[in-house]
């Protein structure tokens, strides 16, 4: 089993910044992809954020204030959030992409969340 827990969520001021961070525990033998995601009340979940083997990705809205990172060590993934706007007001969500299992099962495992708030 493979749980996936965020931290880091808040309350800030527009301008200002959060890091959020995202840590994998269990069992899994790799994790191909780390990924934030966030969502408002009556929408899907958005991409932030991702960060495979081979790329990095960033949602045209967070490019340039956002940067996501991973340390393979630590099976934890962080996004740095500056210049914070009220837009970003969301629960952000992390997904990680993992080798599982005895025969080596590709999980998406989705953490439970957590909020952060940008108002003055």
């Known amino acids: 089993q493979v749980q996936v827990v965020e931290s880091g969520g808040g309350w800030v001021q527009p301008g200002g910044s959060l890091r959020l961070s995202c840590a994998a525990s269990?069992?899994?033998?790799?994790?191909?992809?780390m990924a934030w995601y966030r969502q408002n009340p009556g929408r899907q979940h958005d991409l932030v954020a991702s960060?495979?083997?081979?790329?990095?990705l960033y949602a045209d809205s967070v490019k340039g204030r956002f940067t996501i990172s991973r340390d393979d060590a630590k099976s934890t993934a962080y996004l740095q959030m500056n210049n914070l706007k009220p837009e970003d007001t969301a629960v952000y969500y992390c997904?990680?992409?993992?080798?599982?299992?005895?025969?080596?099962?590709?999980?998406?495992?989705w953490g439970q969340g957590t909020l952060v708030t940008v108002s003055s």
């Open positions: 269990g069992s899994f033998s790799h994790i191909y992809g």
């Open positions: 960060t495979g083997e081979t790329a990095t």
């Open positions: 997904k990680m992409s993992v080798r599982a299992g005895e025969f080596g099962e590709f999980l998406e495992v």
